[in-house]
């Protein structure tokens, strides 16, 4: 794993309704990210937070049925820009959210290093949907399509390129919210899709073993897109979009700790952290439990 990390923090609530996952980036560094990793032998480089235009009117407006369209699409170019320069200079981007509609940003700004990015996509949702698909016009459940250029022409053409992944470079894990659109757009690309049948019925080892054998020959990197609300929100309380039935706490540390061992991330982002809706800061500081893990941390 690169030595080298620059923490970026996304402020961003514009691609839902729910306040306060902007405020996941400060509870974040608050339940100790920084040291945590310091402690783990890494160099750090904390740039602060992404500045987050606001809304000209409230956050109902909607173009082509996409909430904050045009803010969205300025803080994911300053994101991209800065995650570019970040991959420049050889330091691990280490990303903090905010709404998963930052990963708009996130992988435009990464996938341009690479031949075959691949991408895990840790999450209850595939954010799979569009403008013409999706039942609320929120961005935080598009990122994914947008990524393979599929959406708004003004998300998709973020630094001027696109696609920025292939749906055969995408392994999602612990899926169970999925819209019909996004069903239809799975089997129609070929995506692998692990749902929470499929780890409850194989065991999270197995699951991301198998994950990492299907992206490693033919990726020359990997981004873990971890959202919060992956993890059941009996354990991990401080997230928007709630679905039962997640991933416990535990399973999600064998994860990180088994990818930390392949050593094939070459970036990440954990995102959707929501301190009003948290209890006494717990999934930030579970969060934070997660990294640790990611970057190498263990009992021995």
Do not use: C
Not at 13 to 42: C, F, N, T, W
Not at 83 to 99: A, I, R
Not at 120 to 131: K, P, R, S, V
């Amino acid at each position: 794993m690169n030595k080298h990390l620059s923490i970026i923090g996304v402020p961003m609530d514009l691609g839902q309704l729910r306040r306060g996952v902007d405020m996941g980036p400060s509870a974040i560094r608050y339940a100790g990210i920084v040291e945590h990793l310091e402690h783990l032998k890494y160099t750090i480089e904390d740039l602060g937070d992404i500045r987050i235009p606001r809304p000209s009117q409230n956050n109902d407006n909607k173009l082509d049925n996409l909430r904050n369209l045009n803010e969205i699409t300025e803080s994911s170019h300053h994101l991209a820009v800065t995650v570019d320069e970040v991959v420049e200079k050889d330091s691990f981007p280490l990303v903090l959210g905010g709404d998963h509609s930052i990963a708009i940003g996130t992988l435009a700004g990464i996938s341009k290093h690479y031949n075959n990015l691949g991408v895990i996509w840790y999450d209850a949702h595939a954010d799979l949907n569009t403008g013409e698909s999706s039942p609320s016009g929120n961005i935080h459940g598009m990122p994914l399509a947008v990524s393979l250029g599929i959406g708004h022409e003004k998300l998709t053409s973020i630094l001027d390129y696109y696609p920025k992944i292939k749906p055969e470079n995408i392994v999602i894990i612990g899926a169970r919210s999925l819209d019909e659109g996004e069903r239809v757009l799975i089997r129609e690309k070929g995506i692998k899709v692990y749902t929470m049948h499929e780890v409850d019925r194989m065991g999270m080892t197995q699951v991301v073993e198998e994950t990492i054998d299907y992206l490693k020959e033919k990726t020359d990197g990997v981004h873990l897109s971890l959202d919060l609300d992956g993890l059941d929100p009996n354990e991990a309380p401080g997230v928007g979009t709630p679905v039962m039935g997640g991933l416990s706490y535990r399973e999600s540390h064998l994860a990180m700790e088994i990818l930390f061992q392949s050593n094939i991330i070459t970036s990440a982002e954990f995102i959707e952290v929501n301190p009003i809706l948290d209890e006494k800061n717990k999934t930030a500081n579970m969060t934070v439990g997660l990294i640790g893990s990611l970057f190498g941390e263990s009992l021995k």
